[in-house]
């Protein structure tokens, strides 16, 4: 069995299904990917996963647990993390502080540790702080506050921030929207690492390149339903997948993403594919 499953979820707001007899796998130690045009439902389905809002239909289980009727916390507490498409780090606080709070995990007796032993937090969750921030190579920026950063060091805050509370699976939302090229690359390297290391990812994101890349296995959403899923090379060549995204005006897509979408479905589809050679 796989670590996370869904069967026929499904997720309705008023007479418009987002996500629609979603079936999806990830196993556990893969990075699987969610790619699809904007609106497709992306983000809904991480929100019906984690517990921010209710499917109409269908079933999630993870490590063995039914997630039905859940809240986020507990689903938090199984070992379920995300992140957030609009970053939100706490401004007042330290890069390494944000990371505690994340890796704190509250328990109902933690407040009784907290008033006979105040650094306790701090001591015990120092290395796993450390070991997240240098898996994204943020450990000399730990004592800056996040207003000091570049956008690209601020969403490698919220991947470390969430690695933090050590989960047993990580989603990601556009985790590279915002990020020049060189930093994507970047950022996947990072999360290649990650799964090398045993952690498992879900990844969401807009970049067909990073998705493309890093993915062990992906799925292709569109108008909240998977019209294909398969390894990179099988998706990539899906004529459904092509059509989806080229099906998209060419004046939307390049207002958004400064036509990214289009080269990157073009340079997957082409005889020579990717431009870092593999
Ligand atoms: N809370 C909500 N209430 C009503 N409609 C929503 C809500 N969240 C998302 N939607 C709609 O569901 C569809 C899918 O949205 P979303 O999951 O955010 O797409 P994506 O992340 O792929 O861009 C969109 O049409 C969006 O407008
Ligand atoms: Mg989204």
Redesign the pocket.
């Known amino acids: 069995m796989a670590l996370l499953e869904t069967r026929s979820l499904t997720v309705r707001?008023?007479g418009?299904a987002?996500n629609a007899d979603i079936d999806i796998d990830v196993p556990e130690g893969k990075l699987v990917g969610l790619i699809?045009?904007?609106?497709?439902?992306?983000?809904?389905?991480i929100?019906a996963i984690t517990g921010f809002?209710s499917p109409s239909g269908g079933t999630v289980t993870f490590d063995g647990h039914d997630l039905n009727g859940m809240s986020p916390d507990r689903r938090a507490h199984l070992g379920l993390t995300r992140t957030f498409?609009s970053l939100e780090l706490f401004e007042d606080l330290s890069v390494r502080d944000n990371l505690l709070v994340a890796a704190e995990k509250p328990q109902w007796y933690s407040f009784l540790l907290d008033l006979f032993r105040p650094e306790r937090n701090r001591t015990k969750h120092e290395s796993v702080i450390d070991s997240a921030m240098a898996a994204v190579e943020l450990g000399d920026l730990a004592d800056r506050l996040p207003s000091d950063l570049s956008h690209g060091q601020r969403k490698l805050v919220g991947v470390a921030r969430a690695l933090a509370a050590q989960p047993k699976l990580l989603l990601l939302d556009e985790p590279a929207a915002g990020l020049d090229t060189a930093e994507s690359q970047k950022l996947g390297a990072h999360l290649r690492e990650l799964v090398g290391s045993g952690t498992t990812i879900f990844l969401?994101d807009h970049d067909m390149g990073l998705v493309l890349n890093v993915c062990d296995y992906i799925y292709v959403?569109d108008f909240?339903r998977i019209i294909a899923h398969g390894t990179p090379a099988e998706v990539r060549t899906d004529p459904a997948v092509i059509a989806a995204y080229l099906g998209e005006s060419a004046g939307e897509a390049q207002a958004r993403e400064g036509a990214q979408i289009s080269t990157a479905v073009a340079a997957g589809a082409g005889a020579d594919g990717d431009t870092d050679g593999h």
């Open positions: 707001y008023g418009l987002a699809g045009p904007n609106g497709a439902g992306k983000t809904t389905f929100d809002t498409q969401i959403l909240g």
